[in-house]
């Protein structure tokens, strides 16, 4: 039963992509690609794989060589007992792009995956040509003033799993076998089109994240947020093309990105929640076409 959620069996829905593998800093990443054009990088973030952008490849294909990797800890990647700082995750990204034997890409990413892609283009910005991050700006010190309680009466969703997702061990051995109930409440918390993830985009996620070890390495993203605060303190404004597009992370790319970056467009998604690729993938890829025309 579980075989239908392998990468073999998925990538047959997609019939114009393919699964690879590469070695890359110390660790294999696993990715998927398809398309002819321009390289298009689009890493997804948590608590997802390659699939998150499984509405948007097809599309984007038309036009860009799309490579989707998944990150190390994620999905079909290696599990490695460290590594997790944003900064060299993008590394795994920077030697992926060598192998592929490309001078300049495109990158993007959402969640987990967007802090990859801005750090990837803060470190090797002589190889990103246009930078695209999807609901969520890079960790910065602003994350230490995130409130420890939900603040009574306001308008927003506590983000507690960031907390959670800090504790060593624990989570692992609670939810071991058990992480769609996880992924349940976060899809039905940051949705606003309930459906637009269905049951089996969560069970392809929960196959993926149920095992001790990818709780542990989807764990480590977050635990290296105060390393990657550091880190971001050493990058110079992105000079390159940016866009910011965002649904109900929006606001926080608005206050984040200009701060960043010399050339920013930002662009709203309405009526979507954090998972724009999901709810919203028609426009999410005509924003990213866009923008990669000009």
């Not at 294909?61 to 490579?67: D, F, L, P, R």
Request: aromatic fraction near 12%.
């Amino acid at each position: 039963m579980e075989m239908q959620y392998s990468d073999e069996e998925l990538i047959k829905l997609l019939p114009s992509f393919s699964n690879h593998y590469a070695e890359v800093n110390g660790t294999k990443l696993h990715y998927v690609s398809g398309g002819h054009g321009e390289p298009l990088i689009l890493i997804p973030g948590y608590p997802e794989t390659w699939w998150a952008y499984h509405k948007v490849m097809p599309i984007l294909a038309t036009k860009y060589h799309v490579i989707v990797p998944e990150i190390r800890g994620m999905g079909s990647s290696d599990k490695p007992a460290d590594g997790y700082e944003k900064k060299n995750m993008a590394k795994d990204i920077y030697e992926l792009v060598k192998i592929l034997g490309y001078e300049k890409v495109n990158i993007g990413g959402h969640d987990i995956g967007a802090h990859v892609a801005f750090s990837f283009a803060a470190n090797y910005s002589e190889m990103t040509s246009k930078l695209i991050l999807l609901d969520t700006p890079h960790p910065d010190a602003e994350m230490y003033h995130l409130p420890m309680l939900p603040i009574l009466n306001a308008n927003y969703l506590y983000p507690w799993w960031l907390a959670f997702n800090q504790v060593k061990e624990l989570p692992e051995q609670l939810l071991e076998g058990r992480m769609e109930i996880v992924i349940e409440w976060l899809f039905k918390n940051l949705l606003e089109d309930k459906k637009s993830v269905n049951d089996f985009d969560k069970a392809i996620y929960a196959f993926a994240y149920n095992s001790k070890d990818a709780i542990r390495t989807s764990n480590a993203w977050y635990q290296a947020f105060p390393q990657d605060i550091e880190d971001s303190k050493t990058y110079g404004k992105l000079t390159m093309p940016v866009i910011g597009i965002g649904g109900s992370g929006y606001e926080m790319l608005q206050m984040s990105l200009p701060t960043t970056t010399t050339d920013l467009q930002l662009k709203k998604i309405e009526e979507s929640g954090h998972f724009i690729l999901a709810e919203k993938p028609n426009e999410t890829a005509s924003f990213i076409i866009e923008f990669l025309e000009q």
